[in-house]
């Protein structure tokens, strides 16, 4: 799976230069032009077994729900963004 799926798959994308981890909702710094590293360095770091979730979410089209897995297959045209508190 390469990075860029997984990562369109387990963040949001509130502003251009930070996303939010959909697993655990944190606010990961990351420019949209700089690649992929601190996204997938927080997943590694946060996430054991993120890419087997990534799959899961890709094959039913939704967003995670804990890092155990997906929604159950809810689209993610109806999961509202996730927030984070600062």
Do not use: W
């Not at 890709?58 to 689209?75: A, E, H, L, Y």
Request: glycine share 4%; with cysteine; hydrophobic share 25%.
């Amino acid at each position: 799976m390469k990075n860029a799926e997984i990562v369109k798959t387990l963040y949001n994308d509130p502003t251009s230069t930070e996303l939010t981890c959909t697993i655990c909702n944190e606010v990961v710094k990351q420019k949209k032009e700089a690649g992929y590293k601190n996204l997938i360095t927080h997943l590694r770091s946060h996430h054991d077994g993120f890419e087997s979730v990534a799959e899961e979410c890709m094959k039913k089209n939704c967003q995670p729900i804990s890092p155990q897995g997906c929604c159950r297959g809810r689209p993610l045209s109806k999961l509202k963004p996730s927030t984070t508190q600062r």
